[in-house]
């Protein structure tokens, strides 16, 4: 840590501070879906290289480094629909530096009254909960509604003469997303006499490839059904379905009290990205193919020895600190940078004499913006 500190530049901070807010804003945005388990993966990947890497285990290290970059392309692919979701519904500056905000719950006592009143009217419904899964893949067409739930939209949504009645609802929240959505039917040959209905069988069917919960009214029969985990449940009473329903959501009562651990959460994984971070920027700075630079005193290389009438009584140099770039693993072992040889046999009185900076090694060189050359002030006295 005193190595880090010591060696650390302006540019490495910045450095390592921008990309540490990179990686946090990624788990901010991406924390409630199965592409950050994803880039977990691929980081544990990484360490596991480097591990190898440090033992000697050329072959390893190269297989996993091979891995890396092929999950890193699947996992755009695979969660191609996630991404796009959670950049469509946020701005910029939800994007780049907005805080998430306390989840809202879906309205459960107003989704059950609406059911209600629904199989009261014998009306045909299909509404869809989403879990972690995102069912955009398999559900077809649709319009993007992004609507308030009320029970007045929810009825005239599934009014028999709307255009969009006989599709699906996906409520995430306490927003409509979607209306008139067509859900993947079930291959299942039998279903029970009175759930065997299309939107039963889509119900399922979108049960049967997500983990979303969707609830069914049966037109004829006005009966209610939930569909979960490839099952079909006929629903007894309204207290049943709003049970099954903050199951599904997770709504507890701990959950309304639950700020100050998001916000621990969000603390641990702040540190956790930089302390990464940091790391990988330490593994690359002491890897003899990255150069870095690093600020060093200088010091006059005399050399013979001054006329026995002479004392050097003091010695200023200008500039007293220069700064050389070149391997990591090469500048931790150097201390000091010395100029070119100075005599002292040839000194005769007080002066100054320019010298160049001598560099033992072609893989070190001068920074930019600082002067290869020195200023040697020197003051001799004559011996009383």
Same mark, same amino acid.
């Given at each position: 840590?005193?190595?880090?500190?010591?060696?650390?530049?302006?540019?490495?901070?910045?450095?390592?501070?921008?990309?540490?807010?990179?990686?946090?804003?990624?788990?901010?945005?991406?924390?409630?879906?199965?592409?950050?388990?994803?880039?977990?993966?691929?980081?544990?990947?990484?360490?596991?290289?480097?591990?190898?890497?440090?033992?000697?285990?050329?072959?390893?290290?190269?297989?996993?480094?091979?891995?890396?970059?092929?999950?890193?392309?699947?996992?755009?692919?695979?969660?191609?629909?996630?991404?796009?979701?959670?950049?469509?519904?946020?701005?910029?500056?939800?994007?780049?530096?907005?805080?998430?905000?306390?989840?809202?719950?879906?309205?459960?006592?107003?989704?059950? *009254?609406?059911?209600? #009143? @629904?199989? +009261?009217?014998?009306?045909?419904? %299909?509404?869809?909960? /989403?879990? &972690?899964?995102?069912?955009?893949?398999?559900?077809?067409?649709?319009?993007?509604?992004?609507?308030?739930?009320?029970?007045?939209?929810?009825?005239?949504?599934?009014?028999?003469?709307?255009?969009?009645?006989?599709?699906?609802?996906?409520?995430?929240?306490?927003?409509?997303?979607?209306?008139?959505?067509?859900?993947?039917?079930?291959?299942?040959?039998?279903?029970?006499?009175?759930?065997?209905?299309?939107?039963?069988?889509?119900?399922?069917?979108?049960?049967?490839?997500?983990?979303?919960?969707?609830?069914?009214?049966?037109?004829?029969?006005?009966?209610?059904?939930?569909?979960?985990?490839?099952?079909?449940?006929?629903? *007894?009473?309204?207290? #049943? @379905?709003? +049970?099954?329903?903050?199951?599904? %959501?997770?709504?507890? /009562?701990? &959950?309304?009290?639950?700020?100050?651990?998001?916000?621990?959460?969000?603390?641990?994984?702040?540190?956790?990205?930089?302390?990464?971070?940091?790391?990988?920027?330490?593994?690359?700075?002491?890897?003899?193919?990255?150069?870095?630079?690093?600020?060093?005193?200088?010091?006059?290389?005399?050399?013979?020895?001054?006329?026995?009438?002479?004392?050097?009584?003091?010695?200023?140099?200008?500039?007293?600190?220069?700064?050389?770039?070149?391997?990591?693993?090469?500048?931790?072992?150097?201390?000091?940078?010395?100029?070119?040889?100075?005599?002292?046999?040839?000194?005769?009185?007080?002066?100054?004499?320019?010298?160049?900076?001598?560099?033992?090694?072609?893989? @070190?060189?001068?920074?930019?913006?600082?002067?290869?050359?020195?200023?040697?002030?020197?003051?001799?006295?004559?011996?009383?």
């Amino acid at each position: 840590m005193f190595s880090f500190i010591q060696n650390i530049q302006l540019n490495d901070a910045i450095d390592i501070l921008l990309n540490s807010y990179i990686l946090f804003r990624v788990y901010v945005l991406f924390k409630e879906t199965h592409l950050l388990r994803g880039i977990t993966g691929i980081a544990l990947l990484w360490f596991f290289q480097k591990l190898s890497d440090s033992m000697g285990l050329v072959v390893t290290s190269w297989i996993i480094q091979g891995f890396m970059a092929i999950s890193a392309f699947i996992l755009i692919i695979i969660f191609r629909n996630e991404i796009r979701i959670v950049l469509q519904t946020r701005n910029w500056k939800e994007l780049i530096w907005g805080m998430p905000r306390k989840e809202t719950n879906t309205p459960v006592e107003l989704i059950v *009254s609406s059911v209600d #009143e @629904l199989t +009261r009217m014998k009306s045909g419904a %299909l509404i869809v909960f /989403p879990g &972690k899964d995102d069912p955009e893949s398999i559900i077809q067409s649709g319009l993007s509604w992004y609507g308030l739930i009320s029970k007045e939209m929810i009825l005239s949504i599934f009014w028999k003469n709307n255009p969009v009645h006989d599709g699906a609802v996906i409520i995430r929240g306490n927003k409509i997303m979607k209306v008139g959505a067509i859900l993947p039917l079930t291959l299942r040959e039998t279903l029970p006499a009175q759930c065997n209905g299309t939107r039963h069988r889509a119900a399922l069917g979108l049960a049967e490839n997500t983990d979303a919960l969707v609830i069914v009214v049966s037109e004829e029969t006005g009966k209610v059904s939930v569909a979960k985990n490839s099952k079909l449940i006929q629903i *007894s009473d309204d207290l #049943e @379905l709003a +049970r099954r329903l903050h199951t599904h %959501l997770g709504i507890t /009562p701990e &959950k309304s009290n639950s700020l100050k651990r998001e916000r621990l959460r969000l603390c641990i994984a702040a540190l956790l990205s930089f302390l990464f971070i940091t790391g990988i920027w330490h593994s690359f700075t002491r890897n003899n193919d990255t150069l870095i630079s690093k600020k060093f005193p200088v010091q006059v290389d005399w050399s013979g020895k001054l006329p026995e009438n002479l004392i050097l009584e003091s010695v200023f140099l200008k500039p007293q600190k220069t700064t050389i770039k070149g391997p990591g693993q090469i500048l931790e072992s150097i201390s000091t940078i010395y100029t070119e040889n100075v005599s002292l046999d040839d000194i005769k009185q007080t002066g100054t004499v320019t010298v160049n900076l001598a560099l033992n090694q072609e893989s @070190l060189i001068i920074d930019h913006g600082n002067n290869d050359k020195i200023s040697v002030s020197y003051v001799v006295r004559n011996r009383y």
